[in-house]
């Protein structure tokens, strides 16, 4: 019987099949839009200043599927535990341990960014109602905000000084996912190229000799 921790891991997690060749899409780019990028909110990141573990959960050697995880609180993105092949072949598991790291290095960029985000927030929230002559909370208790052309100054900063950092995690993310598409359509040829291999080769066994 499985333990309750391995348990939990299971409930929270999700299977993705593989295709017979339709294998794992790159990852998709982000913009430099404050509406699409992956700020989480200031409590989520204020509480949790180091990155969290990441689950040690590992599917069963006869899983056929990759495992996919509820979001990261703080990086917004959904760990993925990739299936490991049965006679993985040198270049899947090239492509494999490179798709791993882009994951982890992605993970790790958008919790710093994230965490920064936040504090940077929290700072320009509490100067701003000093400079006011507000205190944080109004006389009901309720905790005070800016109104939204006050917070896009803040916005627009934090964009303009993170500028040319997200310009070169765009860069880094199309280079590591210009290899990983190439490994992709090189490890697709190479099934199918022996697939093609088994096939002729059944079919000389099965031919009769004259």
């Known amino acids: 019987m499985a333990s309750r921790p391995a348990a939990a891991a299971v ?23 404050a509406a699409n990028s992956r700020l989480c909110s200031s409590k989520q990141a204020t509480q949790q200043d180091k990155t969290p573990k990441r689950s040690s959960f590992r ?14 609180p703080l990086s917004n993105l959904r760990p993925i535990v990739y299936h490991v092949p049965e006679n993985e072949s040198e270049l899947e598991k090239r492509l494999r341990h490179l798709r791993q790291e882009t994951e982890d290095w992605n993970h790790d960029f958008w919790t710093k960014q994230n965490i920064t985000f936040s504090k940077e927030k929290e700072a320009f929230i509490m100067s701003q109602l000093k400079a006011k ?6 006389e009901q208790g309720r905790r005070r905000s800016l109104n ?63």
């Open 59 to 72: 599917p069963a050697a006869s899983s056929t599927h990759d495992w996919i995880g509820p979001p990261n």
């Open 148 to 210: 939204s052309e006050e917070m896009a100054m803040f916005y627009k900063s934090f964009l303009d000084k993170n500028r040319t950092r997200h310009a070169n995690y765009n860069k880094e993310w199309y280079r590591r996912n210009f290899t990983i598409t190439l490994l992709m359509a090189r490890v697709a040829l190479n099934n199918m190229w022996r697939t093609v291999t088994v096939r002729n080769s059944r079919k000389k066994n099965n031919t009769p000799n004259t």
């Open 133 to 138: 002559g507000l205190t944080v909370r109004d």
């Open 11 to 33: 409930a929270c997690l999700t299977w993705r099949s593989l295709g017979p060749v339709a294998l794992h899409a790159p990852l998709r780019p982000h913009t430099l839009s």
